[in-house]
């Protein structure tokens, strides 16, 4: 009885003891600890405005796209590589305008040939069989003549019959025609190529030219290339995919325009008022290093606009509209992205 009494409470009382001794062991200890991502410290004063940037190439982004739809057949250029005005970024097949070239090409060859066959004027080899077409037809002419005068006596002494008459006379009529048409194309022939058929076969060559110009010109359309010289950002398209004309969204091939980085800022309506021209700026990598990046006024963009592009912060307002303006980097920044955001302030 005297275990069951005083045994049971001295067990309990050791029990809640070893609780309390390692819950209070266990328990963490409050420390300070240093900020992963330490807050910008700006060196402009107080009276400030800050921003976020956007870093972006000298000029606004290029958004290449395809002049036509088609499958792609080649891609020149990767992401980083830089290119010069008028170098392929990719190509489209081309196999279709190819034979509508050849085809066109053939037609201009034959338009030539006809035109330089007007201008070369009568063979020397066609003069004598027209010449002795004229003789054989005024040989037969004489002939029929002479039995038509004969007919004419014979049938007033009724010697003749008259269907005798008749046929001498449409046989004289028909070699007639013969030395006409005979002397008719002899004379063509001495007189060469007229000068309308000339004209009409020159413009045929023409419109034939004009064919395979616009032809090439379609062909030239299926290499899509660099307006200017720059950097490729960003490339979304791969061979054999098809490439839309009518995308608006998400441009194939992305270009920079080469020169010093610009840092296009977003300042909310509320201190757009306190934006000045020529204020003075810098901006911070975010990171664990805070590195402050000089800043140099370039623009204010004269409008206010819906904002899109957010910091992420907790206390952001989402459903206001921002002021943009625009700085360029000064000197030799750290290695810094086009696309990648500043903590940016601003003189206000």
């Known amino acids: 009885m005297m275990l069951v009494k005083f045994g049971i409470p001295l067990v309990a009382a ?8 390692t819950l209070s062991h266990l328990t963490p200890k409050e420390q300070l600890t240093a900020a992963q991502n330490p807050p910008p410290l700006t060196t402009l004063g107080a009276n400030t ?5 956007e870093v972006q190439m000298a000029g606004e982004p290029i958004a290449i796209a395809s002049p036509i739809s088609g499958v792609v057949s080649k891609v020149h250029v990767i992401p980083g590589q830089t290119v010069s005005a008028g170098e392929p970024l990719f190509t489209l097949d081309d196999r279709a305008l190819r034979a509508e070239l050849h085809n066109r090409t053939a037609t201009l060859a034959t338009a030539n040939a006809k035109l330089l066959k007007l201008k070369a004027g ?28 004969r007919a004419k006596r014979l049938v007033e002494q009724r010697v003749l019959s008259e269907e005798e008459h008749l046929a001498r006379k449409f ?25 309308h058929d000339i004209q009409i076969a020159e413009h045929e060559v023409a419109s034939a030219r004009s064919s395979v110009e616009q032809v090439q010109v379609d ?19 791969r061979q054999g995919e098809l490439a839309e004309s009518t995308r608006s969204e998400n441009p194939l091939v992305q270009l920079g325009v080469h020169g010093p980085l610009r840092v296009r800022v977003q ?72 696309g990648q955001k500043l903590d940016v302030f601003m003189e206000g």
């Open 49 to 53: 405005i800050s921003g976020l940037g």
């Open 14 to 21: 050791i029990a809640i003891g070893f609780g309390i001794a």
């Open 219 to 237: 062909l030239d359309r299926l290499v899509v290339r660099a307006p200017v010289d720059g950097l490729v950002l960003h490339v979304d398209v």
């Open 267 to 338: 300042v909310d309506e509320e201190d757009a008022s306190r934006v000045t021209h020529n204020a003075r700026a810098e901006g911070f990598v975010r990171g664990r290093d805070r590195v402050a990046i000089d800043l140099r006024f370039v623009r204010i963009d004269p409008r206010i606009v819906p904002k899109k592009s957010l910091t992420g912060g907790t206390t952001e307002r989402v459903d206001t509209r921002v002021l943009f303006v625009v700085y360029e980097v000064v000197g030799e920044p750290p290695q810094i992205y086009a």
């Open 122 to 149: 009568t063979r020397p080899e066609d003069l004598p069989p027209a010449r002795a077409r004229m003789v054989a037809a005024t040989a037969t002419f004489h002939r029929n003549e002479d039995a038509w005068e």
């Open 171 to 195: 046989a004289y009529d028909q070699s007639s025609a013969e030395l006409a048409q005979a002397k008719a194309d002899l004379a063509k022939l001495e007189a060469g190529t007229w000068c």
